[in-house]
Each structure stands twice: as C-alpha cells, then as structure tokens.
C-alpha cells in the first residue's frame, strides 16, 4: 500500500504565508513527479506546481513568483511555500505523486487540505 499524506494549511490574512509539506510513504519503489492540485468550489481541479525527481518544475501561471514548490527524495516528500497569498488561493489542495511500486506506476493522490485566505 501507498500513502500520500499532506499537512499544513488552514485560515491566513491576505498577504500572508503558508508552508504545506506532503510525505509518501509505503511499498514505494520509486517516486517521479510529485506536486500539488488545488480545487475551489464549483471549479475542476487545476494544476498549482509540481516538481520531478531531478528538481525540475512547473507552476501554473497564477502560482508563479509567488508559491515555490521544492522536494527532500531522502524523505519522499514535497513542500510547497506559498507566499503573498489572495483570497482567490482559497481552495482545497491536493497533494500528488506518480509512484512506481515494483513494475507498476500509479498515480496517488492525498485527502485535500483545506486553505483559506480572507481577512
């Protein structure tokens, strides 16, 4: 079994930070790209960053300059610092990682953390 488990999040002021980290863990044989997904009401989910296992990344255009996702191998996890946040981040948030157990690759997803950016 695999598990992708996140944490962090919460309430935050417009303006402000948070630091959201999302550890794999299980059978795991190796792990390519992680990242994270966020999803707001009546929305579909949509692409935040994500990052390979050699560090190269990817963000969308409404997280770029201001979330920076980054990765410990050793520890199978990724972080993703999110900093001057607007209340249109207000989402749930999705960690992912596309996993290879023995010859098998899978796609697994974390429950989603909610975050919310108001005043």
């Known amino acids: 079994q695999v598990q992708v488990v996140e944490s962090g999040g919460g309430l935050v002021q417009p303006g402000g930070s948070l630091r959201r980290s999302c550890a794999a863990s299980?059978?795991?044989?190796?792990?390519?790209?992680m990242g994270w997904y966020r999803q707001a009401p009546g929305t579909q989910r949509e692409l935040v960053a994500t990052?390979?296992?050699?560090?190269?990344?990817n963000y969308a255009d409404s997280a770029q300059g201001r979330f920076t996702i980054s990765r410990d191998n050793a520890k199978n996890t990724v972080y993703l610092q999110m900093n001057s946040l607007k209340p249109e981040d207000t989402a749930v948030y999705y960690c992912?990682?596309?996993?290879?157990?023995?010859?098998?690759?899978?796609?697994?997803w974390g429950l989603g953390t909610q975050v919310t950016v108001s005043s």
């Open positions: 992912y990682a596309r996993i290879r157990r023995y010859v098998a690759r899978n796609d697994y």
């Open positions: 299980g059978s795991i044989s190796e792990i390519y790209t």
């Open positions: 990052i390979t296992s050699g560090g190269s990344t």
